[in-house]
């Protein structure tokens, strides 16, 4: 077998991130079930999507400039703890979620919050505990330290 048909094919964050918001405004359209939120408070839901957009450009900026990975399966080769990571171990997903939050918000239909809520258990059971087992291989107690200062999301 050539190395390239070894290779697993990984679904990343973005992935289910981008697949969750366009289900969320979607189904709200063709199926909204209940309408939970409506104007002006809908309206709020603005504010959460510029923070997540904020807060994931801030990240890919701190991450590129760190020089180190933002693929969850790959071993990270510096310890950011500055920045975003002041706030939540995982800024991105935290960012990715107000995204989904805000749309849910804007379109205020059940559906949208349930993909949130979906988005929030796929990444805290597919992707963070692998995340945080190669920050601990890579950083052992200097990582151990960085966890009990802050949070994993917020």
């Known amino acids: ?56 450009v801030w990240t890919d900026t701190v991450f590129k400039k760190s020089n180190t990975t933002v693929k969850p399966y790959l071993s990270p080769t510096t310890l950011i703890t500055h920045g975003p990571f002041r706030i939540s171990r995982h800024p991105m997903y935290l960012g990715m ?19 949130t809520v979906l988005f929030v258990v796929t990444m805290d059971i597919g992707f963070i505990p692998l995340e945080e087992k190669k920050c601990r291989e890579a950083f052992d107690q200097q990582y151990l330290d960085y966890q009990k200062k802050v949070r994993r999301w917020i």
């Open 1 to 56: 077998m050539h190395e390239q048909q070894k290779k697993k094919i990984r679904i990343l964050p973005t992935t289910y991130f981008l697949s969750s918001l366009v289900l969320s405004i979607g189904l709200h359209f063709v199926f909204p079930i209940i309408r939970l939120i409506y104007p002006p408070y809908s309206y709020l839901g603005y504010v959460f999507i510029v923070f997540g957009g904020v807060m994931n």
């Open 97 to 115: 979620t107000a995204v989904l939050l805000g749309a849910a918000v804007i379109h205020g239909s059940l559906i949208g919050f349930v993909l």
